[in-house]
């Protein structure tokens, strides 16, 4: 009698499981980070799909996945099928055969089989397939807030301050479930109904409060004070995320998403300290050091003429002593002022007066395209152009550049050859009318005189 009920319940199980099924989940709340999928079945009185195995996924059964969604199908304990895709999921490499899906007579061969399996099983399927959905939204509202003061670097390269402080800060961050498999394989495993986040949260916080010191570390080298946090959560994001890589990202499957900072308080000590040191390094600077006695010496001079207890001619004079002692007044910082300033611009050149008689020009002098005469060596004693060579009978030589040409044009910079009229050029600004052979009496850019001193050609 018992291998008869055996092979009655081997065959009822199986036939019962030969309906292809419908998995689904619900909507995933911001609470609920992993979920096992449910087997949609009908109210109807007398269905067949109801007497199924509630984890057994028959060949053909499809998976409904939505948008936010990762899903894994578990079989055995081990991970099958893997769809982060929106949409329908059919699955078609089940272990467990349908004559409802696929080539009928294969069907029926490995029905038989299973058949024949759950026989040695006292009728049991002795298998256990399940769907789990996972969470890959946002997870928000992730509060944090130091305890104890969080080590942090200022660095200010403009006064040269580089030290360490002391800061708090609260805020809110969020995460994301990147890696389902290594979420599964390492922190939920076999889910019975659902994985909530406050089973990992607290783990979270207090690694990400761990990872603070050495992220803030990383910002700081970046030259942010920590009054600009709330300014650059995205760097502190990415550098919580590069400090927690080995812990969450490696081993969880988990990335911080967004990090949000509300407030950042240093101790009154060392807000302090810094300000002191800021003020301080303003009198680097000469005049303001300059200023900064002259307000102190103005204050001093009001109060000595209010003293009235000994006297404003006694409180003059002890100010007096106080500035001889000192070594250093107002005069002296700010000529040092004056020196550290940056010089200022040399005036426009001056034109020199045309002498009274100029001296004979030697037999071997020679005048440069600036107009410069008297020449006597290789360059021009004015702008340093080099002396022309010598004209050929068929040549002419380059106004501009001094070279020796044939032809209409110069061959090193293209000017026209020469027609022997006068060409005009501002010696002073290098400006050139619109018509070169008759210019303006005044040069509209310097007001210079056009002479002959101006002629270029």
């Known amino acids: ?70 899903m894994l199908i578990i079989d055995q304990g081990k991970i099958a099928e893997v769809c982060a895709e929106a949409g329908e999921f059919i699955y078609e490499s089940s272990t467990e055969p349908s004559v409802f899906y696929g080539p009928l007579g294969e069907s029926l061969k490995n029905t038989f089989a299973t058949i024949g399996k759950r026989f040695t099983m006292g009728g049991d399927p002795a298998k256990d397939q399940r769907v789990y959905f996972f969470n890959t939204k946002e997870i928000i509202g992730n509060k944090y807030g130091t305890m104890n003061p969080v080590p942090f670097r200022v660095v200010d390269n403009n006064i040269g301050l580089d030290i360490d402080i002391s800061i708090r800060c609260n805020g809110e961050y969020s995460y994301k479930i990147v890696d389902p498999l290594l979420f599964y394989t390492n922190v939920c495993a076999n889910v019975a109904d659902e994985y909530t986040r406050d089973r990992i949260d607290s783990q979270l916080k207090t690694e990400l409060l761990t990872a603070l010191q050495p992220a803030f570390a990383k910002v700081s080298s970046m030259g942010i004070r920590y009054s600009e946090l709330p300014g650059h959560t995205m760097e502190i994001a990415d550098a919580l995320n590069e400090v927690l890589s080995e812990k969450w990202a ?58 009235t207890s000994t006297g404003p001619m006694m409180a003059f004079a002890g100010m007096n002593m106080a500035n001889m002692a000192g070594g250093m007044n107002a005069t002296s910082l700010f000529q040092m002022g004056q020196n550290q300033a940056p010089a200022a611009p040399a005036p426009a050149p001056v034109a020199p007066a045309a002498p009274e008689a100029a001296p004979a020009a030697p037999a071997n002098a020679w005048t440069c395209a600036c107009g410069h005469s008297g ?31 044939k032809g209409k044009f110069c061959g090193e910079c293209g000017t026209q050859k020469p027609t022997g009229e006068p060409l005009y050029k501002c010696d002073k600004c290098g400006w050139e009318p619109e018509d070169p052979k008759n210019p303006p009496k005044f040069c509209p850019e310097c007001g210079d005189p056009f002479n002959e001193s101006d002629i270029v050609k």
């Open 250 to 307: 490696g081993l969880r499957g988990i990335e911080i998403a967004s990090f949000g900072v509300n407030t950042v308080k240093a101790s009154e000590e060392d807000e302090a300290m810094i300000k002191e040191l800021q003020k301080t390094a303003v009198l680097r600077n000469s005049n303001m050091a300059a200023a900064t006695l002259v307000s102190a010496q103005a204050e001093a001079m009001k109060a000595a003429a209010s003293n």
């Open 1 to 70: 009698m018992g291998l008869i009920r055996a092979l009655k319940n081997a065959v009822g199980s199986s036939v019962a499981d030969q309906w292809r099924e419908y998995f689904y989940c619900d909507s995933l709340s911001e609470n609920v980070l992993v979920a096992k999928g449910q087997k949609r079945t009908s109210d109807r009185r007398g269905t067949s799909n109801t007497k199924g195995e509630s984890n057994i996924i028959s060949n053909g059964s499809i998976i409904a996945v939505n948008e936010g969604q990762c």
């Open 375 to 405: 020449n006597t060596n290789k360059f021009c004693s004015e702008c340093g152009a080099r002396k022309p060579e010598e004209q050929t009978a068929d040549g002419w030589i380059c106004p501009v550049c001094s070279a020796q040409n």
